[in-house]
Antibody
Framework: EVQLVESGGALVQPGRSVRLSCETS????????MHWFRRPPGKGLEWVAL????????????EYAASVKGRFIISRDDSKNVAYLQMNFLRADDTAVYYCAWYASGRYFYFDYWGQGTLVTVSS | EIVMTQSPATLSVSPGETATLSCRASQSITSDLAWYQQKPGQAPRLLIYAASTRATGVPARFSGSGSGTDFSLTINSLQSEDVAVYYC??????????FGQGTRLEIK
């Protein structure tokens, strides 16, 4: 059974940092591209970042939405089947429920499996 | 970046009737489109991929159509449990993966 469980959400002050984790099981994590998404309160879904697998031969291992580029860092630990999202220089508009998700097709980025989400609130 | 535009923003339909939601891409995405349902406090649920293929376990009341730039999600025999926000998502050209802004479906 595929499972994704996010954790690490918190209430943080603007300008501070927080790290989210996405613990996974039930699929070949090391061969998978992992994604983070978010849904701000009252707004729609937004893709945040992706990290390719170690077998990717190109130079662009990670990709980011323009709104988070330079502030967020996505990473992975294949030995633990965990993906991370390090969120730095947080702003009020980063307030959202953050989700990780996985695509069972193995090729196309539509997402069959989602975690339950973790809430990050940026406020002083 | 491919911009996805959904309409209407809110749709109110009577139980048992049919709801039709629209999604338009700013450029052709062939059939690389997915639809999701998100209920309050829950994660998104994949309904449709490849524009018209139902995901595992999705009732036949849900159907998708379209290709190129114009797509639709049709929900027949609307039930109270269908109240949710529905999103379209393109996976044709990324990054970024992009979503429509969502259509909120209400029951009259």
């Amino acid at each position: 059974e595929v499972q994704l469980v996010e954790s690490g959400g918190a209430l943080v002050q603007p300008g501070r940092s927080v790290r989210l984790s996405c613990e996974t099981s039930g699929f070949m994590f090391e061969d998978s591209v992992m994604h983070w998404f978010r849904r701000p309160p009252g707004k729609g879904l937004e893709w945040v970042a992706l990290i390719r697998s170690k077998s990717y031969g190109g130079t662009r291992v990670t990709e980011y939405a323009a709104s988070v580029k330079g502030r967020f860092i996505i990473s992975r630990d294949d030995s633990k089947n965990v993906a991370y999202l390090q969120m730095n220089f947080l702003r009020a508009d980063d307030t959202a429920v953050y989700y990780c998700a996985w695509y069972a097709s193995g090729r196309y980025f539509y997402f069959d499996y989602w975690g339950q989400g973790t809430l990050v609130t940026v406020s002083s | 970046e491919i911009v996805m535009t959904q309409s209407p923003a809110t749709l109110s339909v009577s139980p048992g009737e049919t709801a039709t939601l629209s999604c338009r891409a700013s450029q052709s995405i062939t059939s690389d489109l997915a639809w999701y349902q998100q209920k309050p406090g829950q994660a998104p649920r994949l309904l449709i991929y490849a524009a018209s293929t139902r995901a595992t376990g999705v009732p036949a009341r849900f159907s998708g159509s379209g290709s190129g730039t114009d797509f639709s999600l049709t929900i027949n025999s609307l039930q109270s449990e269908d109240v949710a926000v529905y999103y379209c998502q393109q996976y044709h050209n990324w990054p970024p993966i992009t979503f429509g802004q969502g259509t909120r479906l209400e029951i009259k």
